[in-house]
Each structure stands twice: as structure tokens, then as C-alpha cells.
């Protein structure tokens, strides 16, 4: 419904504004920055703009997309094509291992689902992640540290503390919680053990 309102744009993923939607994707940036071959899996890609923004910043290692909403994919692949380097797949399970999976605000909005029903696709889709990734991981949710007045009754917010712990526990000491961009959310970056001495590999 967003994409026919506002076409491709940060609105029609939902997003507040384009600076906004930047910004989040230059807290992932840190996850991939200085691996320039390394495959990207992007986790409700949308219309593909991480994509289109991670080729601004000299990536050119293999991306692969998945959605579960037919219109978000032929939007992307009226956007960027497809070929050797990049491809668009509906589904969210991903086909291959992945250098880095991403995930970028796909478990925030809960709408109708019961509280407990959504915690457990939010604990199921962040050890997909962790599945389908070599050398690391990453996803943002909205913070409980948040403005009480303005949070929504159909959003899913989570305790950045809490789930640091978590991925701690889960996945080892390699992990980064950003909540200093100025957005009420926040950001985890997990890296696996050994993945910085990791060569390339291929989606």
C-alpha cells in the first residue's frame, strides 16, 4: 500500500524521509566498509535502495534481495535490473550463505499480531540472519528509549540493552550497538568469530 501511495521512495517503504532511510543504511555501512567484494543479503530489501547505495560506496561484491511483496521486487527490478551482481527473489528464506545479511525495518511494524507472537518471529528472523551469514549480521529495531507519548500501539519496540546481551550471549564479544544517530532506534552489528581473516565468497 506505501509503494502505490509513494512509489520508490523512503515513504513507500515506510520510512518518515529519504535522510532518514540514509541514515540507516550507513549504520550497516560499518558492517561492509573495507570488504568491497564481500556478498550482501538484504532481508526485506524493498525497492532495492541499499543496493543503489552501497554502489555509491564502491561495494561491488554480489547482492541479493528477498521480500515478501511481489510489487516491492518488480519495483526494484524496473529500478536496477538484475544480472551477474545483483538479483531479486521474493521469499524470506534465503537460497545460499551470504558474506553479511541485513535486515532493515522489517520488525517493527507488528499491526495486529500479539505481542508474544511477534517477539518470537523477531527471536526467529535475527537467527535467520545469523544462519545465513560467514562473516556477520546486522538489523535495527525501535528503542524502548524512546519518547513514551510517541510510540504506536501496531509498532514492535525493544530494549537495545537487553538485546546487546543477548547477541552477546548468542554469537560472541564481536558485536556493536549503535544508538547515536539521531533516529528513536537503534542498531546491531554482529560479527562472527574468525570473519575478519575471511576471504570473499559468493552469494
Known sequence: ATLAAHGRTAQGVDWKDAAGQALRHRQFLR???GDPEA??????????DFLAFLRAQGHRGRYLGLDL????????????????GHAFRLGATPPALADYAIASGVLNVRRGAEVAAWAA?????????????????????????SDPARRRADLHYADPVAMLAAMLAR??????LLQDYGLWEFTLLVRHAGSHTASPTPL
Open 171 to 176: 554469537h560472541g564479544r564481536h558485536v556493536a
Open 69 to 84: 511483496a511481489p510489487a516491492m521486487l518488480d519495483a526494484a527490478r524496473r529500478l536496477h535490473g538484475e544480472g551477474p
Open 121 to 145: 518471529h523477531v527471536e526467529a528472523t535475527i537467527e535467520t540472519l545469523a544462519r545465513a551469514s560467514r562473516r556477520g549480521f546486522g538489523f535495527n529495531m525501535l528503542s524502548l528509549h
Open 39 to 48: 556478498s550482501v543479503l538484504d532481508l526485506g530489501c524493498g525497492y532495492g
Open 31 to 33: 558492517l561492509v566498509e
